[in-house]
Each structure stands twice: as structure tokens, then as C-alpha cells.
């Protein structure tokens, strides 16, 4: 099964539960694995052609626009709506969904992963134990 990823996409937004955060940006950082509802990447590969292919240029916009849109208080809802647009929005029929928070105060970073999309096309491996 072929994989394509948009890796470490970072987009200012404001985002958090206390009231300060709502007066200032933070930066969160997005990491989606999507398998295309293609199912491979053969027929892009043959004709060269993104056409073809699952624009990942177009999938990042998608993420920023929700994520600077959205003014978020969780991570969490963060990545569902993320999740919600790009599976609405872009020929994906799965994807793993990767928000993290930097915490410069604690020295930290706070994260959530959703998996979200067809169940029979999720990915079987190491990183991912079968039935």
C-alpha cells in the first residue's frame, strides 16, 4: 500500500484554553500520512502527470487554512476538523493525523494522533499490528 505524507507543516494559529493564549499565536506542527483513494501511485508515476496524483502542495493549504481558521482551544479538535477537510476535500481514502504543540514554557510538546478514513485501507506493518 503507498503512503503519501505531508511532513512537519507549521502554521501559526491561535490555539489553546487559557485566556492568553487566546490573544497570541502559537505555532502547531502537522505530519499526515493519506493513502490515496487511488490506492497507489503507479498511474501518477506512468504518466508524470499530477493530474494523476494526490497533490500534496494542495493537502498542505488545506491543513493551514483550517488550522489558522479554526482558533481552536484543543489540539485535539484541531486535528479532527483537519482530518474531517482533508478526507471531505481530497481524493484520501485513509490518513494518520499528526498534531504537535510546542510548549516553550515546559519545555515540551504536546501531541495527538487520529486515524481516520476507510477501515479496510489502513495500513498493516510495524508500526501497526494486524487483526
Known amino acids: 500500500?503507498?503512503?503519501?505524507?505531508?511532513?512537519?507543516?507549521?502554521?501559526?494559529?491561535?490555539?489553546?484554553?487559557?485566556?492568553?493564549?487566546?490573544e497570541?499565536?502559537?505555532?502547531?506542527?502537522?505530519?499526515?500520512?493519506m493513502?490515496?483513494?487511488?490506492?497507489d501511485v503507479r498511474t501518477a508515476a506512468r504518466h508524470d502527470d499530477l493530474a494523476d496524483a494526490l497533490d500534496y502542495s494542495a493537502v498542505a493549504r488545506t491543513i493551514a487554512s483550517v488550522v489558522r481558521d479554526g482558533r481552536?482551544?484543543?489540539?485535539?479538535?484541531?486535528?479532527?476538523?483537519?482530518?474531517?477537510?482533508?478526507?471531505?476535500d481530497h481524493p484520501v481514502a485513509w490518513l494518520?493525523?499528526?498534531v504537535r504543540k510546542p510548549i516553550a514554557s515546559g519545555g515540551y510538546t504536546a501531541a495527538?494522533?487520529?486515524?481516520?478514513?476507510?477501515g479496510g485501507?489502513?495500513?498493516?506493518?510495524?508500526?501497526?499490528?494486524g487483526p
Open 1 to 22: 500500500m503507498d503512503l503519501i505524507s505531508v511532513r512537519d507543516l507549521s502554521v501559526e494559529a491561535v490555539i489553546g484554553v487559557h485566556d492568553w493564549e487566546r
Open 24 to 33: 497570541i499565536t502559537q505555532t502547531l506542527v502537522v505530519t499526515v500520512d
Open 35 to 39: 493513502v490515496p483513494s487511488a490506492a
Open 72 to 88: 481552536f482551544r484543543l489540539i485535539e479538535t484541531a486535528a479532527e476538523r483537519i482530518a474531517e477537510r482533508l478526507l471531505a
Open 96 to 98: 494518520r493525523l499528526e
Open 112 to 118: 495527538v494522533s487520529i486515524e481516520r478514513g476507510t
Open 121 to 129: 485501507m489502513i495500513p498493516q506493518g510495524p508500526h501497526r499490528p
